[in-house]
């Protein structure tokens, strides 16, 4: 099983970016997938979900309305769009699948964002 992170980067508050999640190993079209992010020195917080067909979103209140998270079942990749980024949005965003809610068994190793004021 691999999932593996990218785009991510530094960018000023009020700028874009989209990260991507290549996925393989599992049955990435039958799988929920999420971003979980941990900003420096805090907890994990969970970020977006994605329904197995890409119809199904759902968001933390922080992010609702600026992030976006969309997937590509044929090409077994997940993004997350990111608008009107903001300092606190700076984190190491993970990939992860969803298994019962809000557990997950597969992560990947984090790309890092980072929003400078």
């Known amino acids: 099983v691999q999932l593996v992170e990218s785009g991510g980067g530094l960018v000023q508050t009020g700028e874009s970016l989209m990260i991507s999640c290549a996925a393989s190993?599992?049955?990435?079209?039958?799988?929920?997938m999420t971003w979980v992010r941990q900003a420096p020195g805090k907890g994990l917080e969970w970020v977006s979900s994605?329904?197995?067909?890409?119809?199904?979103?759902y968001y933390a209140h922080s992010v609702r309305g600026r992030f976006t998270i969309s997937r590509d079942n044929t090409k077994n990749t997940m993004y997350l769009q990111m608008h009107s980024l903001k300092p606190e949005d700076t984190a190491l965003y993970y990939c992860?699948?969803?298994?019962?809610?809000?557990?997950?068994?597969?992560w990947g190793q984090g790309t890092q964002v980072t929003v400078s004021s």
């Open positions: 992860t699948r969803s298994v019962l809610g809000l557990k997950f068994d597969y």
């Open positions: 994605v329904g197995i067909a890409g119809r199904e979103t």
């Open positions: 190993g599992f049955t990435f079209g039958m799988s929920v």
